[in-house]
């Protein structure tokens, strides 16, 4: 791969956008290496994956507009569905999504964070949809993704006024979990996915497809949807460990990791 870095760690993985003389913006060519590396994931193995981007500079500054700029009506229609597919398949990934936001996440930048189950950044970041400024939409998902994550109308505020927001502003309105120096912004995140990649990981990823699918469906048949995959965690062998060592009162072993995945 030319512009797309990918380390497993152990049980935890790290993609890293390489493109950082553009500051990682996101071109056709980006865009296929992602999802080539994201049918890549060894799903067996690896719990949990990082998001970041080369340098400290910038996470992703966004989509390309030198590559845009010249498009037609069709083909930016195509180039969107582009992104949208791509983004759409981090965000659907079985094992949970941390972003590490170093620096720019603008455009396309901020849209594939908020593909990402945990966006945590460090404190030179800086948010933003700024599409309107050059006269077009968000187009990898931005006008639905950050509605449903900060609100509609401090969505509908950010993306009208294409106005950017810092570290502190991003925590502030729920659109990040943390902000870190940037020294300590990947190992932050590092840590993050080694305790999660430690938890059972059939429950961990029904617990992602629980919250991701409920969200879509009303309380009545979101609850279903939760006691189908509360259930289906039952008589696999990490509910029976993991309920078995809670109950051995003399703890006389070291909890071993969970196997199943």
Known sequence: MEFVLYEQKGTYAILTINREKALNALNSAVLEELDKTIDGIDLQTVRCLIVTGAGQKSFVAGADIGE?????KAQGEAFGKKGNDVFRKL??????????VNGFALGGGCEISMSCDIRIC???????QP???LGITPGFGGTQRLARLVGAGMAKQMIYTARNIKADE???????????????????AEKMAAGIAKNAPIAV???????NEGLDMDMDEAIVLEEKLFGACFETEDQRYGMAFFLDKNKEK????????
């Open 170 to 188: 991003a925590l502030r309105i729920g659109l990040v979990n943390a902000v870190y120096t940037q020294e300590e912004l990947l190992p932050a």
């Open 91 to 100: 965000e659907t990934l079985p094992i949970p999504v941390i972003a590490a």
């Open 205 to 211: 990823r029904n617990c992602k497809k629980a919250i």
């Open 122 to 128: 460090s404190d030179n970041a800086v948010f933003g």
């Open 254 to 261: 070291v909890k071993e990791p969970f196997k199943n995945c």
């Open 131 to 133: 599409e309107v400024g």
């Open 68 to 72: 845009m700029s010249g498009l037609t």
